[in-house]
DNA sequence: CGCCTCGTTGACTGAATTCAAACCCTGTGG
DNA sequence: CCACAGGGTTTGAATTCAGTCAACGAGGCG
C-alpha cells in the first residue's frame, strides 16, 4: 500500500475545516498520509484505534456480501471525518477514491476524546440514517437526485459539481446498477435538468427540479 | 398523548442494561413515562435536548416523504436507549410501537454527558450502516432473514421470537410492502424454516439456514 | 355476535436488473 | 500526429422480482 507523509495543504475556502472538524482544533496536528487511487485504508476485522480527516480527495466506506454484492454506506470528502468505531475492530473497509491524504489522528490509551468526536459520530447517524430512506423509499431517479443535491451542498452549492467517483461507486451507494444509474443521468440530462461536461463533472441547470425529486 | 410516570420495574434476565447502557449508571435514575400503543414520543422538528432508554415496550424511528412514504430506521427494544441528536432538533419521529415505558434523561446545560453518549452513537451508527447494506444490496427474504436474526439476537437467541410490530412497520423498516412482508413469511413457513405460532410471535426452526439467508 | 383492522393470497403490472453489444474517453506507442 | 487499446460508460432487448390492485380470511374488541 503506497502511503508517505507531508506538511499541511491550502485547501479551497469551502473546503476549510468546517464546525464539525473545528471540534479538533485543540488536538496536535498530525502529518498527512498518502493513498493512491483503489488503495485500501483500513479493512473490516482489522484492528481499530484511530480516525481519519481527509487533507484532499476522496474516500468510500463499504461493506461486502459473500458473493461480492458491495454497498457504499458513505463518501467522504476533504474536510470531513471518519473512521472511528463502537468496538476496537473496523466493521467497514474504507479506500481512496483518488489519489487522497489523510491526517491521522492515532486514539491513546489514556486521552479522552469523546468530546470531540461526539458531534461527528451523531452527524454520520444522522446521515446515514437519511440515507436508509433514500434506499428504502425511493425509486432510482430520486435516489440520484438525492445524491447530486447532497453533493451540490457539500461543495458549497456551485452549479458544476465534481464527481469523484466512478458510476460503479455511485450505483452501490445508491443501491442501483451502473446501467440504471447511467440512464437516469441520460433522461435528467434530456429532460434539461443537468449537463454532463465530461464523465466526472455535471452542471446543476434547474437545482429546484432536482430539489424537489430528491425530496 | 397519554403519559404518565412511576417507579422501577424488574426485567427478565436478557433485557437487563446491557454494557452499553452500563456506561449510564452513574447517572441519576430519572422516573418512568408511559406511553400508550402508536403514540408520539418525539416528532421531527421538535427541540430535543433528551435521550431516552426503555424499561418496558418498543418504540419505532422514521421518516416520511411528502407523499406519505415512510422508512423506520431503527426499532429500540426493552434496555435499548434512542433520542440523541446531532443537532438541537430532531431529525426523526419516535413512536410508541405498543404499551411502553421509558425513562427520560434530560441534557442539562452544565453536564458532559459526551462520555457516556459516544459509544451509544457509534453503536447505532454501525447498526445503522449495516441496515443500509440491506436495503441497497439484499432481496426480500434476505431481508425477512436478516431482520429475523436481529430480532433472535436482541431477544436472547431464544428459539421463540416475539415481534412487537406489525407488517405494516416490518415492512417500513426492510422497504418492502407488507404483501412482500406476508408472502416471505409464507415461503419460510412453506419450507420449514419458521413457524407462525400467531401473528405476532415466531418459532425458528432453522436458525443456520435463516443466518445464512441474512448473510 | 358482528364489526373492523390487519394479514394473506392471487393475478397482473412495471421498474429495475440482467445480458449483450456498441460507444467513447484517455493514455500509449508508433 | 494519429492509430490503437482498454477500461468505463452508454444503449438496447429480454427477464424478473417486487409492487399494485383486489378479494378473501382471521383475530381482536366492543
Known sequence: MYAHTTSKIALPSHLQPSSLSAALDSVPLQPVSFFSAGTEIYAQGEK??????IEFGAVRIYRLL???RRQISAFHLAGETFGFEADTTHHFFAEA?????????RLTAGA???????PLALKGLTRAQEHLLVLGRQNAIERVAAFLVDMVERQGGLRQVELPMSRMDIG???????????????????NGVIRLLNLRSIEILKQDVLQDMGE
Open 112 to 118: 479522552d476524546m469523546s468530546r470531540q468526536l461526539l
Open 66 to 68: 459473500a458473493d461480492g
Open 97 to 105: 477514491i483518488n489519489a487522497t491524504g489523510v491526517r491521522v489522528f
Open 172 to 190: 452501490d451507494y445508491l443501491g442501483l446498477t451502473i446501467e440504471t444509474v447511467s440512464r437516469v443521468f441520460t433522461r435528467l440530462k434530456d
Open 48 to 53: 481499530a484505534g484511530a480516525f481519519y480527516q
